[in-house]
């Protein structure tokens, strides 16, 4: 009997064993996810996520980074503990909520030297540590890999053994500039300060995206589409399907053009309630204009020194100049017009919207004068530009140097009331446009200093000759189709379905050790159970030897 007492008691404690760990490992399955208030502590700092076995594919499949670097390591290997810094250095600017460039690369690491991540690291053909791979982080998932694979989006880092060459291999394959200095956007340092660097622009094309994002997403919450309006959008869309400088945002434009009937019937008055409905039906559908992967909040070529200045407005600028210098002269009066009409319906600040279309008003009025004169064969009429535009507008220059003029006079407005009200942007402040330093060669000769108006005389043929080399030829260069973009057509799953899918997942392993410590404490009741059988059996046979 005392044998089968330590027997009970040695099953007992095992099953607790198991309890504690499982409960250990899913707990720490979570951190290593962010999960809980102490996840930051439990990392002690860390900016690149820790996975296992059980996390890898489940995190890597809802990661919404278009690239991913993983590195394999094992934590007894003092090269990799010198690494680490190194490692840490470059996942700092990705990862994390002080991160520079977020949502752009998943640093992540496996340990190798843990049993439990053998048979992960032998599906990646781990040969040595440190170990760095590169790639799409859904082309990781259930995936294998090794050297002799040909046409494979993942791809061995081979020239990583530093943060310097590290970041330096990353901003090769993306194309990119970051840099281990890099801050996050409220940082003054990160600030694009170089006006005379015109390749500065090609950080642009990110807020490009954002911005019309952005614009559309408020004319979804503000409920702005209606009768009176829809038709505007309509064309305001059908130009950016053709001339957007970003492909996916043609793609979305497209996409939404195809489906706006269905949303937006035409010729119905929609009631608040009904309106309501088709706002939910659209949400429902999930459609993101320039796709999903577009940042939110984060400004690159357009960040200001404060969170509140420049962005929108900045990348919206930036948007209607491109869309200018690329259409044909045919197109001409009619972007005008769209450009005017979008202005006046959807942009929300009413003081801006009031400002703009009274310049597009006035512009209107004296088309109208100029075709009333030629129809009665007048045979001059004098009509006052800061640009020589012709009347109306014959051609892609002609739109371009009038939007480029009134940029200059809203930056004028805007120069006079910032400087009055402190407002402004101290490290950005509204200037005439472009600098000198940016294009000398658009100044014939300019006066005025301090606080006097500064009076240009432009040479018209070579501020066009910039606009479209600014805002059209390096702009639109420098965007190419990732990978991320390429795969938007395919099924992805909304990011609420990833988070439950992920917590479902990322706690397997207490649920296993509770469905072990069940089966054992089954089977210690098991086990009692027939001890007392055989004691009760045991003494009825030795009360019968006494009869």
Not at 369 to 377: C, F, G, N, Q, V
Request: charged share 25%; hydrophobic share 40%.
């Amino acid at each position: 009997m005392a044998s089968s007492a330590r027997l009970l008691a040695l099953l007992a404690l095992l099953a607790l064993l198991v309890l504690l760990l499982a409960a250990a490992r899913g707990a720490d399955s979570l951190r290593s996810l962010g999960v809980g208030e102490d996840a930051a502590a439990v990392a002690q700092g860390d900016a690149a996520v820790d996975l296992n076995a059980t996390t890898f594919d489940a995190f890597l499949g809802a990661a919404r980074e278009p690239f991913a670097v993983v590195e394999f390591f094992a934590h007894w290997c003092p090269a990799c503990r010198n690494y680490k810094p190194h490692y840490e250095k470059v996942a700092k600017l990705f990862n994390g909520q002080d991160a520079a460039h977020p949502g752009r690369v998943l640093m992540a690491r496996v340990d190798c030297a843990l049993k439990a991540n053998i048979d992960l690291c032998s599906r990646f053909s781990v040969d040595h540590y440190p170990f760095l791979l590169w790639g799409p982080p859904t082309k990781f998932v259930s995936a294998k890999w090794d050297r002799k694979q040909e046409k494979s989006e993942i791809k061995l880092i081979d020239d990583g053994r530093t943060a310097e060459r590290l970041l330096k291999w990353i901003n090769k394959q993306m194309e990119s500039s970051f840099t281990l200095d890099d801050k996050k956007y409220e940082n003054e340092s990160m600030l694009p300060k170089n006006a005379s660097d015109p390749e500065q622009i090609v950080r642009a094309i990110y807020d490009v995206e954002e911005a019309t994002a952005h614009a559309f997403q408020i004319i979804l919450e503000h409920k702005m589409i209606k009768p009176e309006t829809r038709d505007s959008l309509v064309r305001f869309l059908q130009i950016l399907v053709a001339h957007h400088p970003s492909k996916r945002c043609r793609r979305g434009s497209a996409e939404l053009l195809i489906n706006f009937d269905d949303h937006w019937p035409s010729n119905i008055s929609l009631s608040s309630q009904e309106s309501s409905r088709m706002l939910e039906s659209v949400e429902t559908d999930d459609h993101k204009i320039c796709g999903k992967e577009v940042p939110h909040g984060y400004w690159m070529f357009c960040r200001g020194s404060k969170s509140e200045t420049r962005g929108f407005s900045c990348g919206l600028w930036v948007l209607l100049h491109s869309l200018t210098v690329q259409i044909g002269d045919g197109e001409s009066q009619s972007t005008f017009t769209s450009i005017c009409d979008f202005i006046h319906n959807f942009f929300i600040c009413e003081e801006c919207r009031k400002h703009f279309y009274g310049m597009c008003s006035r512009f209107a009025k004296h088309t109208l004068r100029y075709i009333a004169a030629l129809k009665h064969s007048t045979a001059c009429l004098t009509v006052t530009f800061t640009c020589s535009v012709s009347v109306p507008f014959k051609s892609a220059r002609d739109l371009s140097l009038w939007l480029w003029s009134t940029h200059n006079k809203v930056n004028e407005r805007l120069m006079k009331d910032e400087k009055d009200l402190g407002t402004g942007d101290p490290s950005f402040p509204k200037v005439v446009w472009p600098p000198k330093a940016l294009c000398p060669s658009c100044y014939r000769s300019s006066s005025g200093t301090g606080d006097e108006a500064v009076q240009v005389d432009w040479n018209e043929d070579e501020v066009f000759s910039f606009l479209v080399n600014y805002y059209g030829k390096t702009l639109v260069s420098s965007y190419k189709e990732t990978y991320v973009e390429s795969q938007e057509k395919k099924h992805v799953m909304p990011l609420s379905d990833d988070a439950s899918s992920s917590a479902a997942r990322v706690p397997i392993g207490a649920a296993l050790g509770v469905a072990a410590a069940s089966c054992i404490f089954g089977a210690l009741a098991c086990f009692w159970r027939a001890q007392q059988k055989n004691r009760k059996y045991s003494y009825r046979l030795h009360s019968l030897k006494k009869i």
